[in-house]
């Protein structure tokens, strides 16, 4: 069993930045795939970034590319996301997920979630 506990969301301006951190305990694998998934209102979650236990190859999805970083600290079990120029369309809440097996940019990859993270970013 894995627990992830994410933290650092809150209200910022656009063009603002923040980072996310995910805390991870419990049975952890070096195989493990880290990702950060983002949920709008009334809107699927959506993949945003991952990130290899071991190997550190980063995955992102277009819409954050350039702006967002993912990165993960070994001997902390913690996974982050920095977030810069951040714009409106950026608000959701934020999970941070652990996945096994599978593409790190699909949902059903990952087996443990986090209770999520809200993030805000007004005009």
């Known amino acids: 069993q894995v627990q992830l506990v994410e933290s650092g969301g809150g209200l910022v301006q656009a063009g603002g930045s923040l980072r996310l951190s995910c805390a991870a305990s419990?049975?952890?694998?070096?195989?493990?795939?880290m990702g950060w998934f983002r949920q709008a209102p009334g809107e699927e979650r959506d993949f945003v970034a991952a990130?290899?236990?071991?190997?550190?190859?980063?995955y992102y999805a277009d819409s954050v590319k350039g702006r967002f970083t993912i990165s993960r600290d070994k001997a902390k079990n913690t996974v982050y996301l920095q977030m810069n120029s951040l714009k409106p369309e950026d608000t959701a809440i934020y999970y941070c997920a652990a996945a096994l097996s599978g593409s790190a940019w699909r949902r059903s990859s990952y087996s443990y979630w986090g209770q999520g993270t809200q993030v805000t970013v007004s005009v």
């Open positions: 990130v290899g236990w071991i190997s550190g190859s980063t």
């Open positions: 419990g049975r952890i694998f070096s195989n493990y795939v």
